[in-house]
Nanobody
Framework: QVQVVESGGGLVQSGGSLRLSCTAS???????IGWFRQAPGKEREGVAM????????HCADSVRGRFTIARSDDKRTAYLQMNNLSPEDTAVYYC?????????????????????WGQGTQVTVSS
């Protein structure tokens, strides 16, 4: 089973950028990748997903045009580049690996195809 660790979170001013990393214990080549976030008092929200052979998909309209999901060339790291951040983006961000990830809705639940996820990384955006 792959293990992943998120990093790159922090405190940033509104309009700033952060790049989150999801470092895996083995190659991510055999997994679909998803990023989701959890803010206090709110339900889990899917942010973006990347299937093994498909282009990246944004799962939240609010991040379209601002967030980009990508994998490293060595397939051991997934990234979430976040630009033009706003206070509404404040949350703990998690990356997760899936045996198969067919829809953004699956990022909101711990389904049967969820393989692993990390401890999360806190992103705080000040106004």
């Amino acid at each position: 089973q792959v293990q992943v660790v998120e990093s790159g979170g922090g405190l940033v001013q509104s309009g700033g950028s952060l790049r989150l990393s999801c470092t895996a214990s083995i190659s991510l080549d055999d997994y679909d990748i998803g990023w989701f976030r959890q803010a206090p008092g709110k339900e889990r929200e899917g942010v973006a997903m990347m299937r093994r052979r498909d282009p990246a998909t944004h799962c939240a309209d609010s991040v379209r045009g601002r967030f980009t999901i990508a994998r490293s060339d060595d397939k051991r790291t997934a990234y979430l580049q976040m630009n033009n951040l706003s206070p509404e983006d404040t949350a703990v961000y998690y990356c997760a690996t899936y045996r198969i990830l067919t829809d953004c809705i699956l990022l909101k639940v711990d389904g049967a195809d969820l393989d692993s996820w990390g401890q999360g990384t806190q992103v705080t955006v000040s106004s």
